[in-house]
């Protein structure tokens, strides 16, 4: 059996392509500029984001928890020419940051941030998505899967990020606390949580669940065997 180990990130900014600058900028102000940067998404994870929408191109991207914006800019790299890319921040704070660097960016008339609360946003909005991104409060994870799930296209995407709960999800369920039992009772929900869910994990800073909407079997019909 191979022993797991970490691979420091600044190693993995040697051996993977830059990311722009304007992000290197963004990720600075941020530690420089605004409580609890480690919210941030980060190179990696970032990286990651972007690979992934360029590859799919997708038209429509929902992005739930905005912070400072970072995560939202590497989804916005693979946006369709004609795309959009609606991220949702419950928190007035930090979005002055978020929105200086969409500005800075060539995606500012791509991204439409909407301030409020998810779960009063998401009904207003009549798109199907290509691809979704969680990284908001975890107590609401399921209840926003649930809620953008029949808007999904087939082959679409949703990514929930911080599913290991800083480590938090191997503890006993006795010493779990607030969102670590959420996060946790996620974890186990998922592997069976719908037919037409096709889930897998990667192990990407605090972990990322990867949920593809797939297509099911038609099945025979009996009365025509």
Known sequence: MSESFTIPESYLRLISSPAPPYLNDLERET?????????????SQGRFLSFLSKMTKPSRILEIGTFTGYGSLCLAEGLASNGKLITIESSEENVWLAEKYF????????????????LEILPTLHE???MVYIDADKNNNITYLETIWPALKMDGIVLIDNIFARGAILKPDKDQKGFEKKVTEMN??????????????????????????????????????
């Not at 530690?31 to 190179?43: D, E, R, S, V, Y």
């Not at 500005?103 to 998810?118: K, N, Q, T, V």
């Open 103 to 118: 500005r800075l960016s060539p995606f500012a008339e791509l991204i439409d941030l909407r301030i409020g609360l998810a």
């Open 31 to 43: 530690h420089l500029k605004i409580p609890k940067p480690q919210m941030l998404t980060g190179f």
């Open 188 to 225: 186990r929900l998922l592997p069976n949580w719908k037919p037409d869910a096709e889930v897998t994990i990667l192990p990407i800073r605090d972990g990322l669940t990867l949920i593809r909407k797939k297509e099911l079997p038609i099945l025979p019909n009996p009365g025509n065997l």
């Open 128 to 130: 199907i998505w290509d």
